[in-house]
């Protein structure tokens, strides 16, 4: 029994040690992830696959930094993006009520991420009869000021995939927003 009860305490340290090496994290240096950093300010771990696209913004208005997420193994595409927004839930809400999307579903919802308070709304909203499009949109705002962290996930069908959804949460938890 003892001998039983020592293997097994062996095994479960072993495998523990296995799976906690960080070459069998999908955040090593070893793995297909690669960290970007955006505007000085912004970190994310980002799989190989995903391409990330800077696009210049000229008139400053409250849209600061824009990159443009596309992933075409995951099937996802999306923003990261930087505003200036002093309000941001009547933003996401008077956003909502003047869409020309026509939406089957949207909810929006209070969250917390990598200690930022802010939002989630997801969405999916039909364009034609048979093309519909499904979102999923982080906003983070900084306490006490204007800065809010957009991240943006969407794909082209009435819901995202489970391995979809892997992706967006390890994006999501690798975030680093300082400044």
Do not use: C
């Amino acid at each position: 029994m003892k001998k039983h009860l020592f293997l097994g305490i062996i095994l479960g340290i072993g495998l523990s040690l296995i799976f906690l090496n960080p070459i069998f994290s999908v955040y090593s240096s070893n793995s297909n992830v690669i960290r970007h950093t955006f505007n000085n300010q912004l970190t994310l771990l980002l799989p190989h696959t995903t391409r990330a696209m800077e696009t210049k913004i000229i008139d400053r208005g409250q849209l600061l930094y824009s990159v443009y997420l596309d992933d075409q193994t995951m099937l996802v595409r999306g923003y990261i993006q930087l505003w200036n927004l002093n309000d941001l839930e009547n933003y996401l809400v008077e956003s909502q009520r003047i869409s020309t999307f026509d939406f089957s579903s949207y909810t929006l919802k209070p969250i917390k991420v990598a200690n930022f308070n802010g939002y989630l709304s997801e969405w999916t909203a039909s364009f034609g009869k048979s093309y519909k499009i499904s979102g999923m949109e982080y906003w983070l705002k900084k306490t006490d000021s204007g800065n809010v962290l957009r991240i943006s996930f969407f794909t082209d069908a009435n819901a995202f995939t489970k391995e979809q959804l892997d992706y967006i949460s390890n994006i999501i938890r690798s975030i680093n927003w300082s400044a």
